[in-house]
């Protein structure tokens, strides 16, 4: 991390398409790839293609084909493209989801060899991958460590740029190869006809990488790394002897005697619970700081001063950005895509109002009156629908458009132990929702249309929390417990004791999970512990009166309320800044957007710089309850629930200033409660559910 990244330079463009440019991760052959803001200020990777290459048919046609493979395949295994287009300056570029992580080469490097578990791990995970790339009908043909980005989520496979589809003639001719010497099969080298056995191949490269940190096949010059991969015997030294039949076959000269992925999968099956190597230890730090290094770098709305940036925050993109030299392919980073530039979104989002659309609160788009139990969870946006608990019991779903007609019911779900969203909206299906049946099975419906995904006997009876690889919960004896979500097994079981010191009060705990690190908030205080492995991190002991605050996670940062809204770096719990509540008062739940956090206090809601916790306005709301909900925003607006207690209503203030939009209240007893999902904002209040325009 001692190589610096250069700033803008003067040739470099400052705008492309909705993207504003913050500086250079990294230039190869053919071109460069940009760290890139969008509307909202979330970081995208943007490749230029060199002007001169822009002019080339097949150099613009490699560009153009990465672009369509990508977007072909439906995986979360895969850097997803966000945006193409050219600049009106001629230049060619592509937006794609910012990675934050290292290479796996580098990892590697940086780390060591990974031990026999991680390696089937990696294995199993990118096998999986390049299913679904082939599925697609696609052949990656150039999968290496430089194109597999280490995240917190898992590994992600990028660079499409030789992509071919399965059916298609090969790209190359014999002595002509564009695939990284060392990694691509025999075939390949031989330019004959390259299918998805080539990226079996490939995959046993990579994986015998990753086990012993040598490479495979070796030569002094690139021919005789090719002959050594199309005569030689592959160099397995290091590579653990469990490993080596499955790489062996995987590393046969014959294709046809090279496992089938699906077979590959469950051969490198890692132990039942064995942790995720990106999920703990020094690579998952490492994954942390590049995160928290690149949202701080270039943020904010006004011009970006990258010349301000300092030397770390920069030399960590460097290790995080750069790209493979000498390998002429892009090295991708990722970031969540929803932002102004990235896709339009889904076709039920809706317009917003406006910000001038103040005074009055606006007609709702669609109120259904007992449409909920009176007792009901706040509202669950998932995929077009809205979820909540049905009058006679289960789930009801509405639609989000139109005049909110039921979409399906689910009798057999329990509401009240908690509900949880997992998936995109990419998914074939949706996203899934997750729930019990109320007697230890955790069920999993589809999102558009409530069918059964799967149910599995986990012993479940309240749900907490939920990220990318597994569902945390309570088991009907008051263990946490977690579930992989691909498996449907066991992960970890702890005693809810051994999580910190201190009393824990199994009917009032509030959970977040992100970045490797479930968060259990009870009235005592906070434990962090690894979502790997179910071991205790570090704990904060702050004991709350009332309802238990769920912390919030973001960028590498825990925010925790309570007696005083404390900042508190997820790593290992040290302090980042903390604001005590005035009196007896106490903080509310938090809801954090990139750059700002927004919390009820008092009788106060008020927005926060996320950096350092500075005040950047107050509104006198009303709030009587000792813990308010957290807020909901969308869009330019951000809403609370005002006198809880009494149930009186919610107000929405533009987030720009603070000033009070509109309020709402309506006659009833009973608590209100909201979520948003796509410019709309749900409110239940004495079981009536209403969908209400947002700024």
Known sequence: MDRDVPALGDDDPRQLGPYRMVGVLGAGGMGKVYLGRDGSDRPVAVKVLLPELAQEESAARRFQREAWAARAVRSRGVGRVLDSGTGADGRVWMATEFLAG??????VLRHGAFDEAAVRRLGADLAATLRDIHRANLVHRDLKPANIVMTSEGPRVIDFGIARPEYGLTLTVAGRIPATPGYAAPEQVLGRRTGPAGDVFSLGVVLAFAASARPVFTGEEVAAIQYHVVYGEPDL??????????????????ADRRPGLPELIRELAPPRRAARPWLTGPLAADIAARTEAVRQSGAGRGEPDVTSLSRRRFTTLAAGGAVAAGAAAWWLT???????????????????????????????????????????????????????????????????????????????????????????????????????????ALIALAGATGERAWTADTGAQTLLAVDGTAVYCLSGSGELRAVELATREVRWTVPLASAA?????????????????????????????????GRAVWSRQDAVSGAVPVPAVHGGTAYIAGPALTAVALADGSEQWSHAARGEQSWGSATVTDDRLYAGHGAELTCRRREDGGELWVLAIGFHGPEPQAPTVQHNSVWAVWDPTDGAGVT???????????????????????SGADNRVFLLHDGTLMAMPVL
């Open 102 to 107: 290292p290479t796996l080469g580098e990892a």
């Open 237 to 254: 030294t290091g590579v653990p002897q469990a490993l080596r039949p499955v790489l062996e076959r995987c590393l046969s000269k014959d």
């Open 334 to 440: 990722r970031g969540d895509g929803t932002g102004a530039g990235g896709p339009a979104g889904p076709p039920w989002r809706a317009e917003p109002l406006g910000e001038a659309a103040t005074g009055s609160p606006p007609d709702p788009y669609w109120t259904l009156p007992e449409a909920a139990d009176t007792a009901s969870p706040a509202p669950v946006p998932v995929h077009d629908v809205v979820a909540v608990a049905a009058p006679g019991g289960g789930l009801a779903a509405y639609r989000v458009q139109g005049a909110g007609e039921q979409a399906w019911t689910e009798p057999g779900a329990d509401p009240a132990a908690g509900l949880l969203v997992v998936g995109d909206a990419e998914r074939e299906g949706g996203p899934l929702l997750l729930a019990t049946d109320g007697q230890g």
């Open 501 to 533: 010191p201190g009393d824990w009060d199994a009917e009032n705990l509030a959970a977040v999970a992100g970045d490797g690190m479930l968060l259990v908030s009870g009235v005592s205080g906070v434990s962090a512990l690894a979502t790997g492995t």
């Open 652 to 674: 929405a203030a533009r987030l720009s200033d603070g000033m009070n939009a509109w309020s709402l209240a309506r006659p009833g007893a009973g608590e209100w409660r909201m």
